[in-house]
């Protein structure tokens, strides 16, 4: 391989404009060494998942120091209107009709508002090798990273990440196909293979979490011989799929937890998770109870619910 000492570059990309004229621009961070691949870096689609920001700072010290055989593109702020708002949506004012930044990849350079701006992202995905794309789920959501079932590469990728957690799904990548416009899936069609790393704790900077990023990103280098270093993946990984039916709301009330319950807890199917009560009358209005056999990787912990709201994600073993 091709080591060479690294080259910083930071520029600022325009993607649009607000309506006063004020620009609205990412900061792109291009960490150059020898020939090799071009891994694309992102984070804070979802504006109050600081985690992965975080962690690209950290990254930074490690990559400016190194010497590399290929390229990180990093865009740590990918989404900073909703960022600057502190809001997981970009607020509707802005696109009423397409608020979530990570439903509308590839973007569109003559859609709606938010389009544009992720048109203005997308070239840079483009012409990446791999991409890995950072997220924050909430405290109730287990760490893992996700990938695409048919997706070899991006398998090997999630695995050398080293989440002890990997969650496979097979959403479709065609159009035709009830394509949803997630980053992921919009890179794999454009034949780029990619991961999604659900860190934890949104909305704080939790060191776990953030030390789990940069390990992380570190880790998929360390794979693609980006960096000259061997991955350290978890000494456990635990294979799921999303393949469990949703667990939902049969009535709307106020939902509470069993008590015992977490995420990363294995249950049986049709264990009871919790229950909906009438928070006037007291009334018990229904049960929710596990719709497979697996692993909790995602639930509410109590709150108001509505009918068909969804209460916890189960993955299955495999
Ligand atoms: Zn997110």
């Not at 390229?71 to 909703?82: E, F, G, L, R, T």
């Not at 004012?93 to 992202?121: C, K």
Request: contains cysteine.
């Amino acid at each position: 391989m091709d080591y060479e000492p690294v080259t910083h570059t930071t520029t600022d990309r325009r993607l649009g404009h607000f309506p006063s004229g004020r620009d609205i621009s990412v900061t792109v961070h291009r960490y150059s060494g020898g020939d090799g691949p071009t891994v694309f870096v992102q984070a804070a689609q979802h504006g109050i998942e600081l985690n992965g920001p975080a962690a690209l700072r950290r990254l930074h010290s490690r990559l400016a120091d190194a010497d590399l055989a290929g390229s990180v593109v990093a865009v740590p702020v990918v989404n900073p209107i909703a960022f600057d708002h502190r809001s997981y949506l970009t607020p509707e004012a802005y696109d009423a009709l397409n608020s979530n930044f990570n439903r509308i990849w590839p973007g569109d350079a003559d859609g709606s508002f938010q389009e544009r701006l992720v048109a203005g992202v997308w070239p840079l995905v483009e012409a990446a090798d791999v991409a890995i794309d950072l997220h924050t789920g909430t405290p109730e959501m287990l760490e893992h990273v996700r990938f695409r079932q048919s997706d070899p590469t991006a398998e090997t990728l999630a695995e050398a990440f080293g989440t002890e957690f990997l969650l496979a799904d097979d959403d479709p990548i065609d159009e035709a196909d009830d394509f949803t416009g997630k980053f992921r899936l919009a890179a794999a069609r454009a034949g780029v293979p990619a991961i999604t790393a659900e860190l934890s704790n949104s909305r704080t900077v939790r060191r776990s979490a953030v030390e789990a990023g940069v390990d992380g990103v570190w880790n998929v280098l360390c794979e693609l011989d980006v960096v000259d270093d061997a991955a350290e993946p978890a000494a456990e990984q635990r294979r799921l799929r999303d393949d469990a039916p949703r667990v939902v709301a049969d009535d709307s009330g106020l939902f509470e937890l069993r008590a015992d319950l977490g995420v990363g807890d294995v249950v049986e199917a049709g264990d009871e998770l919790g229950a909906v009560f009438d928070p006037s009358s007291f009334e018990r209005l229904a049960t929710v109870t596990a719709s497979a056999s697996g692993v909790i990787y995602s639930v509410a912990r109590g709150g108001v619910v509505v009918a068909g709201e969804r209460i916890a994600s189960i993955a299955t073993l495999s």
